[in-house]
């Protein structure tokens, strides 16, 4: 007989969001009788949307009061939280286990990063006094917590200083894998791209951290002959239109062609991971890194900055210096030779399967049996 797991959250992300997709991946695989030995009991969370004042109310005062009153009257064995940023909704006194995902800590442990670009802020630094209030209670609720998962290895490093002694697993994100092939399923070449041309891909919003503007830098000092067929399509919704329109502005400085793509479906998203020549991810911080996963699992090659979290994802031979324009700048220009229509990359396709969907069950899975 399964065990029920009661799965809880704040506002209701879509899935169009990361932290949104995460939850409902879960909720999608217990339902789906994907995690061996476990089950759903149900889901706890609210309508977003109100003003300023009843959010706030909301989050501090009436969601956690549902959440205690429900998981009184649960007959679930597991009370699951799915994004550290609600943990404050962890009962004072939960009569049942409490595990809660962390995707990461960049909030509770902000920090500066120095590049030759300049410093990049990883967290706020500077939270106002109501953030600052709150984030007491999100650490009070990790403290209160049974069993964390990260979904990293490097997140989990994180928290195994700031709670030693608390029980902490490791549980990467997983995919289907399957449903990403390029030779099972493959897909249409997308509007815009060329084979003739160099396909370059990124896939994120402008926040400092994901340092478009690198990428910018970086393909701006490529041979000649090599950036006048480099193309690079930019994946993802802008972070603002002033955000947008400094990257454009940085793209044509530095004589890069830039095709701003915009937000995509997930199969629209698909089809530019199969038929690019590879994705470039030179994020200073990540929880995990989804973009390099599916794009291997569509069989793309991706040029990943060496930085936790992203580096546990992708192989060695694909990791460069964060920092060093001139590496980045050499390895694309290998990719000039590959002329016509790239073919699946094998080394993507076998790296991706460590991420099914299966090996995440089991995983999950063990980490519960620890309860």
């Known amino acids: 007989m399964s065990r029920q797991v009661l799965v809880v959250r704040g506002g209701a992300l879509s899935r169009s969001s990361g932290l949104g997709r995460a939850h409902h991946d879960l909720v999608d695989r217990l339902e789906q009788g994907e995690v061996t030995g476990y089950s759903l009991s149900g889901v706890i969370e609210h309508e977003l949307g109100g003003n300023i004042f009843s959010r706030w109310r909301r989050r501090r005062s009436e969601h956690p009061a549902h959440v205690e009153t429900v998981s009184l009257g649960s007959q679930a064995s597991i009370l699951h939280i799915t994004d550290q940023e609600q943990a404050h909704l962890v009962p004072k006194d939960c009569k049942i286990p409490v595990s809660i995902t962390i995707h990461d800590l960049f909030h509770l442990e902000p920090r500066k990063i120095s590049t030759p670009q300049g410093h990049v802020s990883i967290g706020n630094t500077k939270p106002g006094l109501l953030r600052s209030r709150d984030l007491k209670h999100i650490r009070r609720g990790l403290e209160r917590a049974d069993l964390l998962i990260c979904i990293s290895e490097a997140t989990a490093e994180e928290a195994r200083k700031l709670w030693p002694g608390k029980s902490i697993a490791v549980v990467p994100h997983g995919i289907d894998v399957g449903g990403y092939d390029p030779i099972s399923y493959p897909l249409p070449k997308p509007e815009g791209l060329e084979y003739e041309n160099i396909n370059l891909l990124c896939v994120g919003s402008e926040e400092p951290r994901?340092?478009?503007?690198?990428?910018?830098?970086?393909?701006?000092?490529?041979?000649?002959?090599?950036?006048?067929?480099?193309?690079?399509?930019?994946?993802?919704?802008?972070?603002?239109?002033?955000?947008?329109?400094?990257?454009?502005?940085?793209?044509?400085?530095?004589?890069?062609?830039?095709?701003?793509?915009?937000?995509?479906?997930?199969?629209?998203?698909?089809?530019?991971?199969?038929?690019?020549?590879?994705?470039?991810f030179p994020s200073m911080a990540e929880g995990f890194g989804l973009p390099p996963l599916e794009a291997m699992a569509s069989g793309c090659p991706v040029l990943v900055a060496d930085m936790p979290a992203h580096n546990e994802v992708a192989p060695p031979e694909w990791l460069l210096p964060h920092e060093e324009i001139d590496a980045w700048v050499g390895a694309i220009t290998k990719l000039a030779s590959n002329n016509g229509r790239r073919q699946p990359n094998l080394i993507a396709l076998n790296r991706a399967r460590n991420f099914s969907i299966e090996n995440w069950s089991n995983a999950i899975a063990s980490a519960w049996d620890l309860f």
């Open 210 to 280: 994901k340092r478009m503007d690198f990428l910018i830098e970086v393909l701006g000092a490529l041979p000649e002959k090599v950036k006048a067929k480099t193309i690079l399509h930019k994946v993802g919704s802008e972070s603002s239109p002033k955000s947008k329109q400094k990257l454009l502005k940085k793209a044509e400085e530095f004589g890069v062609n830039l095709h701003w793509v915009g937000r995509l479906s997930d199969i629209d998203l698909c089809g530019f991971y199969q038929h690019c020549d590879a994705l470039l």
